[in-house]
């Protein structure tokens, strides 16, 4: 299009020129991004309650009927608030009322790979569009598309697997220097009253408190989904049904994907307004076996067994795992966490300490401290992760817990240790904030399977006993990423960004990489993109 600028002004015009309203929905999703978490951070540490659940995500609007945003001390997205939208027919009548919302959006970034001596550049942008109809029924989408270049240590997993992470399908450009991309995400949702949330669509979903999350985590692509909440009393009930993609052996042609479908659960209870417990179980299957095509599979239908026993009571050897959530808040300033990841246990072989392979299981703590020294804006963090070797595998590799080509919860897979912590400081409309991040990985060497690589069937595992979470070819990676942010329009998440990451890999054979960048963007995104693995 040669006359682009000019299209994108009128665009932005046209998206300008409709008025702002107060509005409040029960039934939208609540953006993913951690700038908006780290405002509902803001809000649930200080102020607690028990009708909110901080560690299922996206949040639904019914469930934040509490928040307030004159509670958070700098300028940011206003939950609350319908920016660049308009209500027809607003007033005390209840029916007939219609919501328009429209917001630009925008991923442009420029930056100098230090390693490669060579400018790189992101950009991307789409639209976000909802209509809500009388307070409990939401439509909403949005499209994204662009052209990259990336930093080597990016475009290495790009170019592998010809995947753009957490977007789907890369497609060379015609120059054959950079990659083109499309993603769409967007739901349905009726609330029919104040207990019960129905939603169809294609999207994400986050379960935890932390940066990352053992159970399930927004860094593989998006998934088509059926999902059913409930909120009774202290408890928030969800369950959801799945339909993922299996792109083993399939040399990136979509005709040879194959299908996986999963069902979740998960259980929260706000046993007081400072200490949740949650309980999460799914199953993954795949659509065909050796011996017929499967597709989704109507004993897993229902919304309260637990798996485990149902996976043994129809004779299948499909992959299922449970996973505990505590979150703890202290002195309104203060949240604890942690996750447990259970894909094997037996209690028997974890007591003898001998080293039994199937005792998979993943560990999480972490921290999160805001207005800190009581400094107002000041937000610290610190997270550890365990995982052990051969946890999400399985003997099946269509049945291991991943996605499009990506693990549904860590991005290292398995067999690591990581230490992670954060810094940010936020007033008025400027954030600096820095990251750190070290971890310990046990990677194959070449023949090996020593449990790290989750597409890699635990069938081909050397040996029975004597496996340690590092094995393998032990491998140290670090990174920091430093940033300096300014809004200049917090209600659309409209930002600049200026940050510097310093990334390095070492493993025992003698590799090192040291890979600096530098950037800069203009960005209104709200998902999570990561550059940490």
């Known amino acids: 299009m040669k006359n682009r600028p000019g299209f994108i002004l009128i665009h932005f015009l046209f998206i300008c020129s409709l008025g702002f309203s107060q509005y409040d929905p029960q039934a939208q999703n609540v953006f993913l991004g951690p700038e908006t978490q780290q405002v509902i951070d803001e809000w649930n540490i200080k102020y607690p309650s028990t009708d909110f659940h901080s560690s299922f995500k996206p949040y639904v609007s019914s469930t934040l009927t509490d928040f307030r945003d004159s509670c958070v001390p700098y300028k940011h997205f206003l939950i609350k608030n ?78 592998n697997n010809m995947l753009i992470p957490g977007l789907g399908m890369a497609y060379m450009s015609s120059d054959s220097n950079s990659y083109n991309y499309s993603n769409f995400s967007g739901y349905a949702s009726y609330s029919p009253n104040k207990v019960f949330n129905l939603q169809l669509g294609n999207g994400k979903h986050f379960i935890g408190d932390g940066y990352r999350s053992l159970l399930l985590s927004d860094v593989a692509n998006n998934y088509p989904y059926f999902r059913i ?33 999963a069902t979740m659960h998960y259980l929260s209870w706000n046993a007081t307004k400072e200490i949740n417990f949650s309980i999460y179980e799914n199953v993954i299957w795949q659509g065909t076996d050796t011996s017929r095509a499967r597709g989704f599979d109507p004993n897993y239908l229902s919304p309260v067994v637990f798996y485990r026993p149902q996976e043994y009571s129809v004779g299948s050897p499909d992959n299922a795992f449970i996973g505990l959530n ?29 080293g039994w392979w199937a005792n998979k299981q993943g560990a999480q ?169």
Not at 229 to 258: C, E, P, R
Not at 386 to 395: E, L
């Open 82 to 159: 319908f920016f660049l939208s308009k209500t027809m027919n607003e007033g005390p009548q209840k029916r007939n009322q219609f919501n328009f919302q429209f917001l630009p959006v925008s991923d442009l970034q420029t930056g100098y790979d230090v390693l490669q001596s060579k400018n790189v550049n992101e950009l991307a942008g789409g639209l976000f569009a909802k209509l809500n109809i009388n307070n409990d029924f939401t439509i909403a989408g949005t499209i994204l598309g662009g052209n990259v270049t990336y930093p080597y240590f990016t475009n290495e997993l790009v170019k």
């Open 229 to 261: 909440n409930a909120n009774i009393w202290h408890i928030q009930y969800s369950v959801w049904y799945t339909w993922m993609k299996d792109l083993s052996n399939s040399g990136g042609i979509k005709s040879k994907f194959q299908d996986k479908y």
């Open 326 to 354: 505590l979150s703890v808040k202290l002195f309104s300033c203060v949240k604890l966490y942690g996750q447990l990841a259970l894909d094997e246990f037996f209690f028997k072989e974890i007591r003898a300490r001998n």
């Open 365 to 533: 703590a972490g921290l999160k401290y805001i207005n800190a020294f009581k400094i107002k804006g000041l937000t610290l963090q610190a997270e550890y992760n365990v995982v052990r070797p051969y946890t999400y595998s399985h003997g099946s590799v269509p049945q291991n817990y991943a996605h499009y080509g990506q693990p549904l919860a860590h991005p290292f897979g398995a067999n690591f240790k990581e230490y992670m912590g954060f810094i940010s400081y936020r007033k008025g409309r400027f954030m600096i904030s820095a990251q750190g991040l070290s971890a310990k990985i046990g990677v194959d060497s070449t023949g090996s399977n020593v449990g790290q690589n989750i597409f890699l069937s635990y069938t081909t595992r050397p040996f029975e006993y004597g496996h340690k979470t590092g094995q393998g070819v032990k491998t140290t990676f670090m990174q920091s990423d430093l940033r300096l942010t300014y809004f200049l329009i917090p209600q659309m998440n409209l930002r600049l960004e200026l940050g510097y990451i310093q990334r390095s890999f070492t493993d025992a054979r003698g590799y090192e990489l040291q890979n600096p960048y530098i950037y800069f963007g203009l960005k209104t995104s709200f998902w999570n993109f990561y550059r940490d693995y």
